[in-house]
């Protein structure tokens, strides 16, 4: 089959990993009870794991065993760095250098912005997530183990997992309960906020930080520059937002005393950023807050990054787009630097097109389940953005929507422009133009 376009090749490639994952998700060996797993729930976890989302219809720490649990911490290992990264890796491993044809399919995947940079980009990566993940997963591994009395390879075992899991903005939690059990402990949830937030900042936001570190008096780019800007922004409106619909909520923030308050605050905060990890039951959570929580969830992290949703630099360009409009300008002005027309047209396409994906999916999932609108809506947003947050509900969705949820974390996953390339027949440039006419607007 000859590929027409990058983006092909990497939803080709995350359609490989899901069916390995569903087939050894389905082999006996993978659940606790050593019966085989059905197609659907096996197939939904290694779609939830490979998409970095969270959204489960069984208990991992029940129904999965040692070895079910390990494959979906390969699965999100593999989603979070990204297929082709990984298959870059191994054609450099053994062939000693990277063709153009994989530095294109690299490159479309880790947003590298120029062909000599793929190389050091992808091992970035790779090098950024180790280190991280490392860790991390040594702090938890502390924690649990002295904190918690677990054994040490028990505590080593859990704080691997959680580290690759928050790292990946994935929201798998090796608990019935997620995070729950420690809303009051912030050895646990500080460290595992921060991998978040550096997960879903993304990787050329990380590299650009840290090499500017190295040579002071540069500036950062302009999309390092609004990506940190909207990232702080977003967090803190999440924050306060969650302390002020909650804080007298006696079955979320009410019951805690003032720090502790702050704390799951802060998680709450950061978590719908994609992550998936919760510290309070999100089935008592006001209807105003879930509703924030759509919106946080839909927007999103970083480009390039583990995070999902139309990410943060696409809704700050639609901002200043509006901005620019409302001020009669022409052009578009955003931190000293003027947008391309192009660009705007691009963040535009993925605002609607992501809209539009959640709305057929919430009305597919009306249609199919007796639950309320909040509910299903948060649902699908939350599958559409890889976050992983749920109400409950999930397990209690019949098959036909749990298909539709595994629509939605696949396109969340990959970005709509992505999926849309990747169905094109063929790209078609314009080699006339129309004559010009203005219809009304507004």
Known sequence: MKWRHPGQVVVAGFALATIV??????????????????????????????????????????????????????????????????????????????????????????????????????????????????????????????????????????GVFHAVSAYNNAGFALYSDNLIGFATDPLILFPIIVAVIVGGLGFPVIAEVLRRRERRGRRWSLHTRVTVLMYGVLLAVGTVGVLLTEWRNPNTLGGLDLHHKLLAGLSHGVMPRTAGFNSLDLAHFEPTTLLMNDVLMFIGGGSAGTAGGIKVTTFALLGFVILAEIRGEPTVHVLGRRLPADLQRQALTVALLGVAVVMIGT????????????????????????????????????????????????????????????????ERPRRYELPEERPVVG
């Open 21 to 158: 994952g569903t087939v050894l998700l389905m082999l006996p060996v993978s659940a606790a009870s050593g019966e085989p797993t059905g197609l659907v729930t096996a197939l939904f976890t290694a779609v939830s794991a490979v998409c970095v989302t969270g959204l489960i219809v069984v208990d991992t720490p029940t129904y999965w065993s040692g070895f079910g649990e390990a494959v979906i911490l390969g699965l999100i290992q593999i989603g979070g760095l990204g297929v082709m990264t990984l298959a870059s890796v191994l054609a450099m491993l053994v062939a000693h250098r990277m063709g153009m044809r994989m530095q294109l399919f690299a490159q479309a995947e880790t947003k590298a912005l120029g062909l000599g940079s793929v190389r050091s980009v992808v091992f970035g990566v790779i090098r950024l997530s180790l280190i991280v993940e490392a860790a991390v997963a040594v702090l938890l591994a502390l924690r649990f183990g002295f904190g918690y009395d677990e054994s040490f390879w028990r505590s080593v075992y859990l």
């Open 363 to 426: 009305v597919a999932l009306l249609a199919m389940t007796s639950f309320r609108l909040d509910e299903v809506l948060f649902e699908s947003v939350s599958a559409f953005g890889t976050v992983g947050l749920s109400t409950g509900i999930t397990a209690k969705i019949p098959v036909a929507g749990q298909l539709v949820l595994v629509a939605l974390m696949f396109i969340g996953r990959l970005g709509p422009i992505t999926m849309a390339s990747a169905l094109a027949l063929r």
